[in-house]
Each structure stands twice: as structure tokens, then as C-alpha cells.
């Protein structure tokens, strides 16, 4: 999960990050309390009150208009081709999966539930057979049933990547790693539905026939990418303006980075659908394109929360953290954010070289400069987020880095730079997206710790926008001379293969759109994601995703910053509102209700 999956994170100058830090850590003192406490709203649950818990429950009623704005719109709203964090979240009101996330607070949250499906997986063969029945009543938005092959048509989808790229592509490569099928607008079978591995017995009836077991093909499953697509509804690159509904809510209006309007699917039955409870009338969302106009509106009562769910900026949490305490939360997110060293430029290619920017930097200012603990994050101190399973926290800290070096350790720093054959420091770039002011101050951090041990290091902001081919080209990086490249990831499913297989494994190195920056080709580490795909027992994936980290780690690839954490607004008419790890910590959309329908 890139960054841009949560995306749009908001424009923030450097000196305003640091300005705020002090009231973020009186702020994190604050905890809970009643409204009386925690600022000067009347209506609202308190500081925290939805964070892995549900505010408000009892309060949500059926009717009125849910308002979301965002500072930036979905990177497609087609089921196939979305990747951003939020679209997931949202696409759950106009789209059904066989699975999906339970509509739980917290870690619940990640676990699946079945959705179409009557029940979750039948597994067999090994793990390499997996066989779903639809439940009766499911429908599309014009009433008519939902069957297996339009489930099968719309996971067909993923390989039409010449048309419909940008989503995630997992069950293409574990249904057909050969690349054989060439997807549906090339398939010459006359009803399109030519993909051997999944079969479609009759209308109720799915099967999928792995070549090989994969441990966490369910969480594929419940991808957003897995929903159904009607074939005579496909309308291919525009499906994304007008997706057709199988969920309580469809698509009523739609105008590109303005605005978006869903109006209730009267098809859809409740009876047929375990997970929504479809409180509002309407949705709409309304785009930004500035963030502190965003905030305000948020701030007056005009929207009721953030769509983008990346945190309020800096201005108006100031704002909110002084007058609307009651409003606001405060979750981990699921997001690891770093810098990598790419093993492509001189000299990151030698281990001491990297080890010496972990030991100078200094990790309270790099903290700092990410909003500090409450709206930056705790201190990073390995690559394992706390929402996988196998993650250790802070408990696991080779380098010392919310330890002893915290605030950098220069005699280490020197003692690495000359077993790495450059005593006297060397000349390097920092990479950063030229449209995250957070990532710009945490690069000058970074610039001026390393400055003290002898390392000369030049900022170069791109543009944000052309992420793919800039920093992504492994062949532009080295071309650049891009050492430190700043960014971020969060699972896609909540798993080590779900998190780390596109940023460690080896086979995972791309010639455009590369995740693995630092270039890792370590035998090691790839045979533990193969043991990890065919290990079915979760005290088996724990342990090895345990032991990927390690070795991830002691390769010193990578300088963690903070395990992330932001601060989300909630108005004070929001109900059934909570956080989730099944979305990196953001309010869960799919059941959030109106306290008082207008």
C-alpha cells in the first residue's frame, strides 16, 4: 500500500510542524474524558472516543446526508484500478466482495467475514482449492442477481492491465503466474470467461484453483479489486466515472477532483447483506484543493469528516486540538514512514555506509518534523508495522534508535563511515515528492543531522505526481543519484506479503513503478516469503514474518522514522463511528450513521 493510498497528505511547512509540537504533546496527555474535558464542543464523544472503539453506537438513524470532503480525489473509483486507502474504504458502499473486512473496531477490523458468500472459504487440495457459494438476494442496482460469473468477470479485470492499470494485481500473479491468460477484452472464448483457474459451475458456484498454495489468498479475495463487474455494464477505462452498484448506495453524480455524489440502490436488500447497515439517504463528497479550506469547513460543522483519513493539517489541528478536542482521534495508522538507501548509488551499495546515516540521523528531530509523538508517531525503529502480525514495536530495535542513539550517535556514525572506506563523509541526494511539505521537513531533519558526521546531503524535490516513473525507475534513481529516497507504505492486507513482499522481495524489482528502491536481492529473504506463502498455520506466518523483518534489518536498507499516527476530525453529529485496522486506522465509512438526519 503506497502512500498513495491514503494519499493527499496535506501541505504543511516545516516551521509550522515544529510549532505544533509542544501542543501535540500536551495534547497527548489529554486523554479521554467528557466533552467538558476535552475542549469546547457540546455534541461531541470525547478526545479518542473512536479510536479501536465505537463512539456513539446507539445514536445512528436512519436518513440524512453523510458529508465527506478531501483534499484530494480517488486515484480511480473503478473497482479494478483503485489503490488509495480511502477509496477502498468508501468503494464498500457501492461494491460487494465474496469476503471482507468485519465491521468491527480495531484489530477486529482486519478480520474476514463473509460478504456475497454464505460463509468464508472451503479449502482444499492442499490450500490450493477454494470454493464459495453466493448467498440468495444479492442483486445489482437494476435488480437483477448477482451471479459467480460476474464475480469472475470482475477479478478477470486485473489482467487487462494495458487497459485498466493502477490496482493492486496479487490475484493475477497467484492465479496465473505464467502470465497465459491475457484478460478479458483480449479472450477469444465467446462468453469472456476464459480464465482456466477460476471455474463457475453453476450461477451460485465459485472455484478457484491456485497452481500453488498461498496462505493469504483469502485477503486477496476481500481486495476491492475481487468485486463483481457485469460484463454488459463494463464500459472499461470510463467505468471509474460510474461504477455499477452491487452495494446499498449508487453512483448519483459524479465531477472529477469537485465533487461526488451516491444515492440509496433501492435493489439492494438488507436481508442479503450481513455487513451494511446503510444509515444515511445520501453521500456526497466534496474536493479541496486547499487543505486549510478543507480543515475550516470540517472545523465550522459544514462536513462531518475527512474522506482522505491522512490527518488534519497543521493549521487547523492547532485549531482543533485547542477548541474541538472532543472531536478528534488520534489512531496508529498501519503506516511505516522512512528513508531507504538505494544500493544502485555510490556507496550504498556497502553496509557501513548505510549503517552510518542510521546512526547520525537524529530520530527525535526526524520525529519532530513529522508532527511529533501524537501527530507524527512513535519512533520507527524497524520495518514490521504494529497491524501485522509478527511485528514487535519498539520492543525490536537493532539500532538503537528510540534508545540509546535517539538523538544520533556520532563516534557510531564516524566508526561506520570509515569501515565503509569514506572516512572523511561523501556527497549524496535526498529524494522527496515536491507535494508532501511533511516529507520536505523531514528530508532538511535528515540534511542537517547527517551534515554533523560528514555526509553532504542535497534535497531534490520532484514532482509527487510522476512518483512511477521518477523514483520508481530504478535506472532514473541511479541516473540521479538519488542515496536517500523519503516514503511511506501500509499493507494491503494485513500480513508480512501484504506489507513488505513488493519492497523486499527480489522478484518484485520493476523497471517503472519499482516499490523495492533499495534494490534487495538477499536468497534469504526471498526463500522466507516463499516458505511464508505456503505456510497455512498463523503461529508459522507469525514467526517468519517475524524473521523477514530481522533480516531486513540487519541489511540496514532501510532508516524507519515513525510507526504513524495522525489526528482524524469527527463532527459532532457523526454516530457508529471507530477506527479499523482492516484500513490502516482510519474511521471505518461503511457503517457510519447521522445522529441527527438533516
Known amino acids: 500500500?503506497?502512500?498513495?493510498?491514503?494519499?493527499?497528505?496535506?501541505?504543511?511547512?516545516?516551521?509550522?510542524?515544529?510549532?505544533?509540537?509542544?501542543?501535540?504533546?500536551?495534547?497527548?496527555?489529554?486523554?479521554?474524558?467528557?466533552?467538558?474535558?476535552?475542549?469546547?464542543?457540546?455534541?461531541?464523544?470525547?478526545?479518542?472516543?473512536?479510536?479501536?472503539?465505537?463512539?456513539?453506537?446507539?445514536?445512528?438513524?436512519?436518513?440524512?446526508?453523510?458529508?465527506?470532503?478531501?483534499?484530494?480525489?480517488?486515484?480511480?473509483?473503478?473497482?479494478?484500478?483503485?489503490?488509495?486507502?480511502?477509496?477502498?474504504?468508501?468503494?464498500?458502499?457501492?461494491?460487494?466482495?465474496?469476503?471482507?473486512?468485519?465491521?468491527?473496531?480495531?484489530?477486529?477490523?482486519?478480520?474476514?467475514?463473509?460478504?456475497?458468500?454464505?460463509?468464508?472459504?472451503?479449502?482444499?487440495?492442499?490450500?490450493?482449492?477454494?470454493?464459495?457459494?453466493?448467498?440468495?438476494?444479492?442483486?445489482?442496482?437494476?435488480?437483477?442477481?448477482?451471479?459467480?460469473?460476474?464475480v469472475k468477470y470482475g477479478i478477470e479485470r486485473v489482467w487487462a492491465q494495458d487497459v485498466l492499470s493502477g490496482g493492486p494485481v496479487y490475484l493475477k500473479d497467484v492465479l496465473d503466474p505464467k502470465g497465459e491468460y491475457q484478460g478479458p477484452y483480449k479472450d477469444t472464448s465467446a462468453d469472456k470467461l476464459g480464465l482456466k483457474a477460476i471455474d463457475t459451475p453453476d450461477d451460485k458456484t465459485i472455484v478457484f484453483h491456485l497452481p500453488q498454495a498461498n496462505s493469504d489468498f483469502e485477503e486477496m479475495l476481500a481486495l476491492v479489486s475481487a468485486s463483481p463487474v457485469r460484463q454488459d455494464k463494463d464500459t472499461k477505462s470510463k467505468y471509474g466515472l460510474k461504477p455499477f452498484s452491487s452495494g446499498p448506495y449508487k453512483f448519483e453524480s459524479y465531477s472529477p477532483g469537485k465533487e461526488l455524489t451516491l444515492t440509496r440502490n433501492a435493489s439492494w436488500k438488507q436481508a442479503s447483506d450481513p455487513i451494511r447497515k446503510a444509515y444515511p439517504d445520501k453521500i456526497t463528497v466534496t474536493f479541496f484543493s486547499d487543505a486549510n479550506q478543507l480543515d475550516q469547513r470540517l472545523l465550522n460543522g459544514d462536513l462531518d469528516l475527512d474522506i482522505n483519513q491522512t490527518g488534519m493539517s497543521p493549521q487547523g489541528r492547532t485549531t482543533a486540538l485547542k477548541e474541538h478536542k472532543a472531536n478528534l482521534d488520534n489512531p496508529v495508522s498501519g503506516y511505516v514512514r522512512y528513508a531507504v538507501f538505494p544500493q544502485s548509488v555510490a556507496p550504498f551499495e556497502n553496509i557501513e555506509c548505510r549503517k552510518a546515516v542510521i546512526y547520525g540521523a537524529d530520530h527525535v528531530s526526524l520525529q519532530t518534523a513529522r508532527g511529533g509523538p501524537v501527530a507524527g508517531g512513535d519512533i520507527g525503529t524497524n520495518m514490521l508495522p504494529p497491524s501485522v502480525p509478527g511485528a514487535e514495536g519498539q520492543k525490536y530495535d537493532p539500532y538503537e534508535i528510540a534508545g540509546a542513539n535517539k538523538s544520533g550517535n556520532e563516534a557510531k556514525a564516524k566508526e561506520a563511515l570509515k569501515a565503509c572506506g569514506k572516512p572523511n563523509g561523501f556527497s549524496t541526494t535526498i529524494a522527496v515528492r515536491n507535494n508532501k511539505p511533511v516529507e520536505v521537513a523531514t528530508a532538511q531533519s535528515l540534511q542537517a543531522s547527517l551534515k554533523k558526521i560528514g555526509i553532504t546531503a542535497e534535497i531534490d524535490q520532484y514532482d509527487g505526481s510522476q512518483t512511477t516513473g521518477i523514483i520508481g525507475s530504478p535506472e532514473n534513481v541511479k541516473k540521479k543519484g538519488y542515496g536517500i529516497i523519503i516514503m511511506g507504505w501500509g499493507p494491503d492486507f494485513p500480513s508480512v506479503q501484504g506489507f513488505g513482499l513488493p519492497l523486499w522481495n527480489s522478484k518484485y524489482i520493476?523497471?517503472?513503478?519499482?516499490?523495492?528502491?533499495?534494490?534487495?536481492?538477499?536468497?534469504?529473504?526471498?526463500?522466507?516469503?516463499?516458505?511464508?506463502?505456503?505456510?497455512?498455520?498463523?503461529?508459522?506466518?507469525?514467526?517468519?514474518?517475524?524473521?523477514?523483518?530481522?533480516?531486513?534489518?540487519?541489511?540496514?536498507?532501510?532508516?524507519?522514522?515513525?510507526?504513524?499516527?495522525?489526528?482524524?476530525?469527527?463532527?459532532?453529529?457523526?454516530?457508529?463511528?471507530?477506527?479499523?485496522?482492516?484500513?490502516?486506522?482510519?474511521?471505518?465509512?461503511?457503517?457510519?450513521?447521522?445522529?441527527?438526519?438533516k
Open 510 to 597: 520493476l523497471d517503472s513503478g519499482n516499490s523495492n528502491y533499495a534494490l534487495i536481492k538477499d536468497k534469504t529473504i526471498d526463500g522466507l516469503f516463499d516458505q511464508y506463502v505456503t505456510t497455512l498455520d498463523d503461529a508459522g506466518k507469525t514467526k517468519l514474518s517475524t524473521e523477514i523483518n530481522h533480516k531486513v534489518m540487519e541489511g540496514a536498507y532501510y532508516l524507519p522514522f515513525v510507526f504513524e499516527k495522525f489526528i482524524n476530525w469527527r463532527s459532532d453529529n457523526l454516530a457508529n463511528v471507530y477506527t479499523s485496522n482492516g484500513y490502516s486506522g482510519m474511521y471505518d465509512f461503511v457503517n457510519l450513521g447521522l445522529k441527527s438526519p
Open 1 to 150: 500500500m503506497t502512500t498513495q493510498r491514503t494519499s493527499g497528505r496535506r501541505k504543511r511547512a516545516f516551521a509550522a510542524v515544529a510549532a505544533v509540537a509542544a501542543l501535540l504533546t500536551t495534547a497527548a496527555c489529554g486523554g479521554g474524558g467528557d466533552d467538558g474535558d476535552n475542549g469546547s464542543s457540546t455534541g461531541a464523544a470525547g478526545f479518542d472516543a473512536a479510536n479501536n472503539k465505537v463512539a456513539q453506537a446507539s445514536l445512528a438513524k436512519k436518513g440524512g446526508t453523510l458529508k465527506f470532503g478531501g483534499a484530494q480525489d480517488a486515484d480511480s473509483w473503478d473497482t479494478t484500478r483503485g489503490y488509495y486507502g480511502f477509496m477502498w474504504n468508501f468503494a464498500r458502499y457501492y461494491s460487494r466482495q465474496l469476503v471482507t473486512g468485519k465491521a468491527e473496531p480495531g484489530v477486529a477490523g482486519a478480520e474476514l467475514t463473509p460478504d456475497l458468500a454464505t460463509g468464508l472459504a472451503k479449502v482444499t487440495d492442499d490450500g490450493k482449492t477454494y470454493t464459495y457459494t453466493l448467498r440468495d438476494g444479492v442483486t445489482w442496482e437494476d435488480g437483477k442477481p448477482i451471479t459467480s460469473k460476474d
